[in-house]
């Protein structure tokens, strides 16, 4: 079983920056393709940010490209999404999630989210 608990989420305002964390219990992280997603109030989970298990194939979805950055420390079965310039429309609950097929499309393990909220 894997266990997904992420940190660093917080208060900021607009233009700012905020780094979420993600740490992963199940030794087999390094194999799985990890990635963040986020639920606005009213509004259903959207796909943030996905990585491979070897880092080298990242995805991002338009709405974040050349502002956040996904990266892992397989040592340390982490997972992190650096979030810079930062909107109040980025205001959501951010999920880490673990897909142990590899494929990008199933993820079986969610974390409990933290809280991002964006002022104007």
């Known amino acids: 079983q894997v266990q997904l608990v992420e940190s660093g989420g917080g208060l900021v305002q607009a233009g700012g920056s905020l780094r979420l964390s993600c740490a992963a219990s199940e030794r087999t992280f390094n194999s799985n393709v990890m990635g963040w997603f986020r639920q606005a109030p009213g509004k259903e989970r959207e796909f943030v940010a996905r990585?491979?298990?070897?880092?080298?194939?990242?995805y991002y979805a338009d709405s974040v490209k050349g502002r956040f950055t996904i990266s892992r420390d397989n040592a340390k079965k982490t997972v992190y999404l650096q979030m810079n310039s930062l909107k109040p429309e980025d205001t959501a609950i951010y999920f880490c999630?673990?897909?142990?097929?590899?494929?990008?499309?199933?993820?079986?393990?969610w974390g409990q989210g933290t809280q991002v909220t964006v002022s104007s």
């Open positions: 990585i491979s298990w070897t880092g080298w194939t990242i």
């Open positions: 999630a673990a897909d142990p097929s590899g494929t990008g499309s199933t993820w079986s393990y």
